[in-house]
């Protein structure tokens, strides 16, 4: 008989969550949980970040009344089931605590090393963390096995998916009861393994680098490549309207970090133009500017609708993003389906770029790819075993 899940017997109950930081991604998460039926404890040591938080979540609430999402009687239930504090030590009854505090390895640490003392050694501890390793921070647990990473996507309330990470010393059972509970919750769960940038911002990577090293080429500008994303390839945003959205300083760290923690591996390296629209202050939608002058929009230039030109830029674009997608299910990172599922609810592609690799042919990407490696001789497009697999068998990868 199939094991009863805990979480979903403790909700009947309004067990409670936990959530520490109520920042962006905090605030977010608490209104999820109860949103789901939870008590939730919100804990954050700025009182006004609290006030800030219980705010936002109260507005938001009150435009899913007036959009008839949900009746006043529920948002005053989600209302009476968030709790906030600046007391770690109101987590003591959870059986769940989030962290979603500031992204430093040693402040995690001092937090969670007080929180193990607060909660009942049954509470599962978890971590929103982008790009820290599970494994240092479960470190500094005394019962590591209790932890795990939960990765929420921005914002937290509207993105279907959730990864889920498991931590070299993480029990088996909560990776399955974190699962359910998570899906529970009306996300999408994909379990991944503790490896930088998880799946989503693994996989994504050449979406951004390749259009910005097109870019640097001289072969297009940036309106040109987002016009060959957009109408050729049909993504819902191209890449440097995605990354004037992102923030060119979040997105630019989110590069670095992950190129370093592959040991400098080239196909992660970052991109000096995105570098020094950084430096420049050109962050994106943030400061008016970014790519684009967002404060003249007369100025913004129109694309040279070219579609040999689009088809090429799309396909060089496509190819990367499928040979990263083939490496993560080469590596063990996460199953083929589970890929496809990440990256068209984390980043809205499309397709599931496995199912496009199938679609297209493996052999018909790993030939554009062997043409790029044989052109530049970089390894940033040497092609993936499996894809080379794939090819010579000519097998699928979404069975
Ligand atoms: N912002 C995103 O798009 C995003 C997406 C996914 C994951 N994350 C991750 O989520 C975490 C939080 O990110 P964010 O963007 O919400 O940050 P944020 O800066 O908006 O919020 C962080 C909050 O933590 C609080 N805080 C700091 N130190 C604390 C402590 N010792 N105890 C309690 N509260 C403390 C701060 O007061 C602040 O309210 C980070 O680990 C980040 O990597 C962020």
């Known amino acids: 008989m199939k094991k009863e899940n805990r979480f979903l017997m403790e909700t009947k109950f309004k067990e409670i ?54 009746t006043t009687e529920k948002s005053n239930e989600i209302v009476n089931n968030l709790n906030y504090t600046t007391q770690l030590s109101e987590h003591s009854e959870a059986s769940l605590v989030i962290e979603a505090i500031v992204e430093n390895l040693a402040i995690k640490h001092q937090v969670f090393q007080q929180l193990e003392q607060a909660v009942s050694p049954k509470c599962i501890l978890a971590s929103n963390t982008s790009s820290l390793s599970i494994a240092s921070i479960g470190a500094c647990l005394a019962d590591p096995s209790r932890f795990l990473g939960i990765h929420f996507f921005n914002p937290a309330t509207l993105m ?162 499928i040979n990263e997608a083939a490496d993560a299910v080469f590596m063990q990172v996460a199953s083929a389906q589970a890929i496809d599922l990440a990256m068209t609810k984390g980043v809205n592609y499309p397709k599931g770029l496995l199912a496009w690799a199938d679609e297209l042919g493996s052999d018909w990407v790993l030939e554009r790819l062997e043409m790029l490696f044989a052109e530049y001789g970089e390894d940033r497009y040497r092609p993936n075993p499996l894809l080379r697999k794939m090819a010579r068998n000519q097998s699928k990868f979404i069975l």
């Not at 939870?38 to 609430?61: C, G, M, Y």
Request: hydrophobic share 40%.
């Open 160 to 321: 279907p998916l959730v990864e889920v990470i498991p931590g070299v010393a993480t029990a088996v059972q909560h990776i399955e009861q974190i699962e359910q509970l998570i899906t529970a919750w009306n996300k999408s769960v994909v379990v991944c393994k503790d490896t930088p940038g998880f799946i989503v911002n693994r996989v994504a990577r050449p979406f951004y680098g390749e259009a910005l090293r097109i870019y640097e080429e001289g072969m297009a500008d940036f309106a040109t490549i987002d016009w060959a994303m957009t109408h050729i390839g049909g993504f819902r945003m191209g890449p440097f309207t995605l990354m004037d959205f992102i923030g060119n300083d979040i997105n630019y760290t989110v590069t670095e970090t992950v190129f370093a923690a592959f040991y400098f591996d080239p196909r992660f390296k970052p991109s000096f133009t995105q570098k020094r629209h950084m430096e420049a202050g050109f962050l994106g939608k943030k400061t008016n500017r970014g790519f684009y002058n967002y404060a003249d929009p007369s100025n913004i230039q129109a694309p040279t609708e070219d579609y040999e030109l689009g088809k090429q830029i799309f396909e060089r674009i496509l190819v990367l993003l």
């Open 17 to 70: 969550i936990g959530v520490i930081g109520a920042g962006t991604m905090g605030a977010g998460i608490a209104q999820v949980a109860a949103q789901s039926g939870h008590r939730v404890v919100l804990s954050d040591t700025n009182p006004q970040q609290l006030q800030f938080a219980q705010a936002q979540i109260e507005k938001s609430l009150g435009r899913l009344v007036e959009k008839g999402k949900i």
